[in-house]
């Protein structure tokens, strides 16, 4: 396998290079770009970028919501729900057109994702990665919770590039924490010649399989994507 890291970054060091990474793509986006699509079926840049303003929103709550109840997920544990939901996906789908059509200018939209992105930066900065938070309906310690929104970020940055080749790449600690999130799922290092990228892009959903990959990955073929 090609692995473009070598080691896994601390969590509160992965979200900040992941935010700061995709809001560097999202700062010089103007109103056009906005109309742009996605890797994320149904969604324009800007219905994007407004999922991504309410993620950070969710760092912020969570960070500053200490649990007494135990953790019930881990950074790996965690993507276990997020299985394809047609339901689900479709609700998601209205919930950030609607949202995002809010935004009488894509300026407005892209102000917001980059200062409330800066502020979840700063609270995990703070947080101590032992304290157990609560998000999603479950329990999980900060540094958990920070390695899924690197993961979140990192995978949405290529989404977002779809449409805009100039864009510039993730940050390699993301990658990172995404391939060690993917192959945590799969229950083993993923034994094909894949880049992080294309980890990241076929582990998800967002690329699909050849034969020879499938045959490579024998059985675990069928539990791809292993989230989305």
């Not at 980059?114 to 540094?143: F, I, K, M, Y």
């Not at 940050?171 to 924490?177: D, F, K, V």
């Not at 880049?195 to 539990?223: I, M, N």
Request: contains cysteine; hydrophobic residues 45%.
């Amino acid at each position: 396998m090609i692995t473009d890291n070598t080691t896994d970054p601390a969590p509160a060091d992965a979200l900040r290079a992941s935010y700061r990474a995709l809001m560097d793509l999202v700062a010089p986006l103007e109103e056009e770009d906005s109309w742009l699509p996605t890797d994320c079926t149904g969604w324009a840049v800007r219905d994007l970028v407004f999922h991504l303003v309410m993620d950070a929103q969710r760092a912020l709550v969570a960070l500053h919501t200490p649990a007494t109840a135990p953790a019930d997920r881990d950074a790996v544990t965690y993507w276990q729900d997020w299985r394809p939901d047609p339901v689900g996906a479709a609700n998601g789908r209205r919930y950030s057109r609607v949202g995002a059509s809010m935004f009488l200018y894509f300026r407005q939209l892209r102000e917001l994702c980059l200062d409330t992105a800066a502020a979840a930066v700063t609270a995990a900065a703070s947080a101590d990665p032992r304290q157990r938070v609560s998000t999603q309906g479950h329990v999980l310690a900060a540094g958990d919770l920070m390695a899924t929104l690197a993961v979140e970020a990192t995978v949405h940055h290529l989404d977002l590039t779809v449409r805009l080749p100039g864009a510039p790449a993730p940050s390699s600690e993301g990658l990172a924490t995404v391939r060690s999130t993917l192959d945590g799922l799969l229950g083993r290092p993923v034994p094909l010649n894949w880049s992080d990228t294309q980890y990241a892009r076929a582990g998800t959903g967002r690329l699909p399989l050849t034969r020879a990959e499938r045959d490579a990955l024998g059985a675990d073929a069928d539990r791809l994507p292993l989230f989305c």
